[in-house]
């Protein structure tokens, strides 16, 4: 099945500092990949994702990147706030099921980054 | 408000107890799954549907039960808790499949003594 690595595991940046995480996976089927935020005590929650058709991704502060060929994709946001810190998870999506959706999403270990003021 | 409920968010159970935590979605997604999160392993699959009546199991299905009788609520049944399935649950649905983006519920913590 699919495997996805997440380093590092706890990342400690001086606010205003750029901050990069960086996963990758081992089934080149994977296709969709997205990143999801988890403060302390709180679900997570989605903050970006990329599809394998594209090679990068922005929202404000945020980015994704994604290298097919070496099957990894990261995460960076840029000016970071003490409001950034929390625990991030990567994910990778594989697996067509009926209809061509995927039905699995396997998540990384996860970072816990946190941003000194 | 488009959410995903679980109950309860915490419980405390002994050993062999059968016990259900609910999981309802508001937002007609097709898609449901059920993850645990253990410190310094992350998010692992439990079980997954796909629509009504389409269930599959995940990377860690071991002791557990789903059922997917209506679009909205997918239950996760433990027969016979045991103490390593202490842990924090999480209910979560996306629109099609695992390439949308998910809605987590707000978890359930179980202890089982």
């Known amino acids: 099945g699919e495997n996805v690595e997440q380093h590092p595991s706890t990342l400690s940046v001086q606010e205003g500092d750029s901050a990069v995480i960086k996963c990758t996976y081992s089934?080149?089927?994977?296709?969709?990949f997205p990143w999801y935020k988890q403060e302390l005590g709180k679900r997570p929650q989605l903050i970006i994702d990329?599809?394998?058709?594209?090679g990068e991704k922005k929202d404000q502060r945020i980015a994704v990147t994604l290298n097919k060929t070496a099957k990894h994709f990261s995460l960076h946001i840029t000016e970071t706030q003490p409001e950034d810190s929390a625990v991030y998870f990567c994910?990778?999506?594989?697996?067509?099921?009926?209809?061509?959706?995927?039905?699995?999403?396997?998540f990384g270990k996860g970072t816990l980054l946190t941003v000194n003021p | 408000e488009a959410q995903v409920t679980q109950n309860p968010r915490y419980l405390i159970t002994v050993t062999g107890k059968k016990l259900t935590v609910t999981c309802s979605q508001n937002?007609?997604?097709?898609?449901m799954s059920w993850y645990r999160q253990d410190p310094g392993l992350g998010l692992r699959q439990i079980y997954y549907s796909m629509n009504v009546e389409v269930t599959d199991k995940g990377d860690v299905p071991e002791g557990y039960k789903v059922s997917r009788k209506e679009k909205r609520n997918f239950p996760l049944i433990l027969e016979s808790p045991s103490p390593n399935q202490t842990s924090l649950y999480f209910c979560a649905s996306s629109l099609r499949g695992a390439s949308y983006g998910y809605t987590f519920g707000s978890g359930t913590r179980l202890t089982v003594v």
């Open positions: 990329i599809r394998s058709n594209v």
């Open positions: 937002m007609n997604h097709e898609y």
């Open positions: 994910a990778a999506s594989i697996g067509v099921g009926s209809g061509g959706s995927n039905y699995k999403l396997t």
């Open positions: 089934d080149s089927a994977s296709n969709y």
